[in-house]
């Protein structure tokens, strides 16, 4: 579904009330389209990857399209001549169809089965990430088309997601694979790491950089070739229910401990949650209310298995606000539709007396929302609307 421009206010780190014209497109999207839905802002796309290539200036971006895998904002990322970040076939076949050139992607699941490498081979994507031997091994076959890229494991704690409990080796093993390589003629191009998702310290970033800088040394200093490429990942915050650093702050030690790399070193990060996370708001509205135990209890058409499942997969708070300005707010409960008890989105939260049909808006609500939802107990997913699909200055360039 499309709609035409719109001055929608995704801002995201707010208590602020939705400004009038926002809430015009918001009851004219739902009288159009039926809640729940989820509105999708192209310009704040474009916004944060403009925003993120700044504060990075010599790092190419590869779009990570896990936590937001849509048509849409493949095709807006590929006009701001974005790259790419895959990890699985249902994403290549995503970015094949939305014709992105091959060599503006790298794949970066860390295991894979052939047929996953063949897939991305076929497509023509080349540079594949391993972290141990037996991954290592499975590119013997492919040793004249691939390139790879070894990844390291550094624990994060504070994250959304520590993602180096999952995958990631240490730098011994990394130097390890990467002279096994060298005896079994596979071209290693460099090395990545992943600090956890929505970091919110960016001296995670420099620590791992420095350690990624010792291995490339020791890499040289045992006669093995020079690795050419460093992926820094994704992991960088968004403003949720509590502000983090700007991004260019955020990026400024991290630039710093980059130039501190040889001048052959190029530099790669694949953002995902930054790009998106701010693109989408949600539009749930109250189907039924109950008053349990003195507080009110209002059941929306979209939770916890739907568009809110970051709140169990992602650890996410979102900024909940209702169009409903007017009132006394008291405590309340927001629950989802599904029959299940652990369906509940906010408790304790202070809403006016909401009526039947009411809307509830959640912010940042692009970034490992619907990607994780499901149809549990038949209830629908909430549909997309796209907003300001072209660029207010450009032409449309794919189709
Ligand atoms: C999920 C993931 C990303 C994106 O991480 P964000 O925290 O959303 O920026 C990047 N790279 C890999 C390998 C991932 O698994």
């Known amino acids: 579904m499309a709609a035409a421009r719109s001055v929608l206010n995704f801002q995201s ?13 918001i009851e004219s999207s739902v009288e159009q ?10 310009d704040i796309v474009r ?14 971006l590869h779009f990570a399209l896990k936590p937001l895998p849509h048509p849409v904002v493949v095709r807006t990322l ?4 974005a790259s790419f970040d895959l990890a699985t076939t249902g994403e290549v076949e995503l970015v094949a169809q939305e014709g992105v050139p091959a060599e503006r992607t790298i794949h970066t699941h860390p295991i894979k089965r052939d047929a996953d490498i063949r897939d991305a081979l076929a497509y023509g994507c080349n540079v ?15 040793r004249d088309e691939v ?39 596979i071209r290693i191009k460099g090395l990545s790491f992943h600090v956890g998702s929505q970091t919110t310290n960016p001296q995670k970033y420099v620590e791992a950089i420095r350690t990624c800088k010792g291995v490339m040394e020791e890499v040289v200093a045992r006669g093995l070739p020079a690795l050419s ?43 995902g949650r930054f790009i998106v996370a701010q693109c989408m708001m949600s539009v749930a509205s109250v189907m039924g209310q109950a008053e349990r135990d003195g507080q009110m209890w209002y059941y929306l058409d979209d939770g916890v298995y739907g568009s809110f499942s970051g709140l169990i ?23 989802g539709p599904t029959c299940d008890s652990i369906d509940v989105i906010a408790e304790d939260i202070l809403l006016p007396k909401l009526d039947n049909g009411d809307l509830i808006v959640g912010r940042m609500m692009g970034a490992y929302t619907s990607a994780t939802a499901t149809d549990f107990n038949f209830f629908k997913r909430a549909q997309t609307v796209v907003f300001n699909e072209l660029a207010e200055n450009s032409e449309r360039m794919i189709g």
């Not at 990430?129 to 076959?141: G, H, P, Q, R, S």
């Not at 130039?259 to 530099?267: D, Y």
């Open 147 to 185: 390139e790879l890229l070894v990844r390291l494991s550094f624990r994060n704690s504070e994250a959304f997601a520590d993602l180096s409990k999952k995958f990631g080796c240490s730098p011994e093993q990394a130097v390890n694979i990467i002279e096994m390589a060298k005896e079994w003629n």
């Open 33 to 42: 389209f039926g809640a729940p839905l989820l509105l999708l802002d192209c």
């Open 47 to 60: 916004q944060q990857y403009r925003a993120l290539s700044a504060a990075l200036p010599n790092v190419t």
């Open 229 to 271: 490429t460093l992926d820094i990942g994704g992991g960088f915050p968004v403003n949720y229910t509590k502000q983090v650093m700007p991004i260019d702050q955020f990026c400024l030690p991290i630039n710093e401990a980059l130039a501190e790399l040889p001048e052959t070193v190029q530099v790669i990060a694949e953002p």
């Open 128 to 142: 594949f990430v391993v972290d141990n031997l037996n991954e290592l091994a499975k590119f013997k076959a492919y």
């Open 13 to 25: 780190f707010t208590s602020q009330a939705l400004s009038a014209d926002d809430v015009h497109l």
């Open 313 to 335: 997969f992602d650890d996410a708070q979102y900024p909940l606000v209702t169009l409903k300005q007017e009132g006394e707010r008291v405590p309340s409960v927001l629950a």
């Open 78 to 81: 590929l006009q701001e001549g």
